[in-house]
């Protein structure tokens, strides 16, 4: 009688530990909740999305900004497909005729056993220390059997050892095995998805500068139509316009919002052509001025605070500068390097810098860029050539001002009318104001 308890007590528990190991085999790893729909506009990627503004999409609901956004992505939505999170919004994938089916059935037992190989690999401390001290309960369970044989009252060994021959020995055991083993899982399912998303972060980021530094390239012979001439010096001025078109606005939404200025300086001082900055360290000065009359809702502090210039191009380093607040709520610059020339021979020193809005802590990744400007230097024996330009053009569109003249309208070299004294309307919507947005 007590051979056959012996073995039914054995047997129960190694059928025990393999109902544990399919059991952690059909634990499903962690994965990542379905997205929210779109946050941000695909069109334009520095906007929010507002749930007035929507279109369906293969199947998905997509959400812009504004009715120009909506109608610009209705007419031509594949370039604006990447801007979209993966998956967003997506229904659920219809399933497919299961391949398994029609695989041999030696490719599955394959499968299962790789499958087993690396539960097992993964876990096989924890194998390893629950067969252990199996191995060690049948060890005291026999132990336990000669001493209480023929002795009718055991001894102090046998009533040590009785606790470890019960069922409930066994059982204890399992449930530890099985604790650990979820428990290790949820572990090594959290350092998966730390390393994916890191790796992810790492992947956009190179993505982006690499998209950056091949759209510099073009700026050797792209030419805006919002520019009526040839760039020339190392001083301009360029004029941003407003894109809301009512006849409510003055001159019907087209008037201006902002001033640009870009200049060559070292030692704070302007620079022309025909001084002699040998040895000396240039650098370009970037100054924006917000013009009269313009709504103050889009330049919070807080927005021009996300605004800031890094280099870009071959061999550029990231260094990020933000600009700094000459006069509040009205005057903004920012100075970056464009090189120090020798005071001997020709040189031709060129830079490319991107003016971009996002996070000035993390950088180009995740960051929009809306205008670049470009220095292109000819010197000899230290002084500047005429031939030397810096300019900046636009590389961010308007979602809703399309055809010839539009460049000009949003961005041009040539300035665009200032809104009078008392001669523009306050409706947040006819202004495109955020707050009208929902934002």
């Not at 109608?71 to 997506?90: E, I, V």
């Not at 001290?133 to 060890?139: E, G, K, M, R, S």
Request: proline content about 8%; hydrophobic content about 40%; glycine content about 8%.
């Amino acid at each position: 009688m007590a051979i056959t308890s012996w073995r039914n007590m054995t047997a129960k528990p190694v059928v025990s530990w393999f109902a544990v190991v399919v059991l952690a085999l059909a634990i499903p790893r962690a994965s990542n909740a379905a997205p929210p729909p779109n946050e941000m506009c695909p069109v334009m990627p520095g906007e929010k999305a507002v749930p007035e503004f929507k279109v369906e999409h293969q199947g998905r609901t997509v959400y812009l900004c504004c009715a120009g956004c909506v109608q610009k992505f209705k007419a031509n939505p594949g370039p604006y497909l990447a801007n979209l999170p993966p998956g967003d919004g997506m229904p659920p994938a219809t399933p497919a005729v299961n391949p398994e089916t029609e695989r041999a059935w030696w490719t599955g037992l394959l499968e299962s056993f790789v499958t087993v190989s690396e539960f097992g690999n993964r876990h096989l401390t924890v194998i390893l220390t629950v067969v252990g001290a199996w191995l060690a309960l049948v060890v005291a369970n026999r132990v336990h059997h000669r001493l209480t044989r023929d002795n009718t009252s055991p001894g102090r060994l046998a009533r040590f050892l009785n606790p470890f021959t019960q069922r409930s020995a066994f059982l204890v055991l399992m449930l530890v095995g099985i604790c650990v083993v979820l428990w290790r899982e949820k572990e090594l399912a959290r350092e998966e998805l730390a390393t994916s998303q890191k790796a992810a972060v790492q992947q956009q980021a190179v993505a982006e500068k690499t998209q950056l530094t091949l759209s510099a390239k073009l700026l050797q012979w792209a030419w805006p139509q919002a520019l009526h001439a040839l760039p020339k010096g190392v001083r301009n001025t360029y004029y941003r316009g407003n894109d809301e078109r009512s006849d409510k606005l003055f001159n019907g939404g087209n008037y201006r919002t902002a001033t640009f200025h870009v200049t060559l300086t070292t030692d704070g001082k302007d620079v022309e052509p025909g001084a002699n900055v040998g040895g000396q360290q240039l650098r370009v000065r970037f100054d924006i001025t917000r013009a009269p009359n313009t709504a103050g809702n889009f330049f919070k502090a807080d927005q021009m605070g996300s605004v800031f210039l890094c280099p870009i191009g071959e061999g550029a380093k990231e260094e990020i500068h933000p600009l700094i607040v000459t006069e509040a709520d009205r005057r903004w610059t920012v100075t970056v390097p464009a090189g120090q020339p020798s005071a001997t021979g020709y040189q031709r020193l060129t830079s490319v810098w991107a003016v971009c809005v996002g996070n000035p802590k993390t950088g180009l990744a995740g960051a929009n860029v809306h205008y670049y400007i470009q220095a292109v230097l000819h010197l000899q024996d230290g002084i500047l050539l005429p031939e030397s330009t810096l300019w900046m053009i636009p590389v961010y569109p308007s979602p809703i001002l399309h055809g010839p003249q539009a460049d000009g309208q949003w961005f041009s070299d040539q300035p665009i009318p200032e809104i009078p004294d008392g001669k523009n309307a306050t409706d947040p919507k006819l202004l495109g104001l955020p707050e009208a947005k929902g934002k």
